[in-house]
């Protein structure tokens, strides 16, 4: 079964930045889509970025526009979320995702429901 670790979560001050790592147990990310998404409590999951798994497509949410990037180094199975110019409305739990597509697929979604296998997330919090 697909395993999904996220690390690099912490506090940091407003206007900071932090980058999280989504490193993901399988010999090849060739077929797997990857999205991040983030949840406080009470509220449902935001997606918040996707990358597809020939790489060629990104999905941002409209908040994170701008400020947080996605990038993927195949070669050690792992993905990062780069966060930018940090806003106390960023704390979150950060989670990441895969989903199973065929080889060079451009496909990305920020809907939750396409993903199947899930990190048990990291806690991010930005707060002075």
């Known amino acids: 079964q697909l395993q999904l670790v996220e690390s690099g979560g912490g506090l940091v001050q407003p206007g900071g930045s932090l980058r999280l790592s989504c490193a993901v147990s399988?010999?090849?990310?060739?077929?797997?889509?990857i999205g991040w998404f983030r949840q406080t409590p009470g509220k449902e999951r935001e997606g918040v970025l996707c990358?597809?798994?020939?790489?060629?497509?990104?999905m941002y949410a409209d908040s994170v526009k701008g400020r947080f990037t996605i990038s993927r180094d195949n070669a050690k199975n792992t993905l990062y979320l780069q966060m930018n110019s940090l806003k106390p409305e960023d704390t979150a739990v950060y989670y990441c995702?895969?989903?199973?597509?065929?080889?060079?697929?451009?496909?990305?979604?920020?809907?939750?429901?396409?993903?199947?296998?899930w990190g048990q997330g990291t806690q991010v919090t930005v707060s002075s």
């Open positions: 995702a895969a989903l199973v597509r065929p080889y060079g697929s451009n496909w990305c979604s920020l809907n939750e429901v396409y993903f199947g296998s």
């Open positions: 399988e010999f090849t990310l060739d077929y797997y889509t």
């Open positions: 990358i597809s798994n020939s790489g060629g497509s990104t």
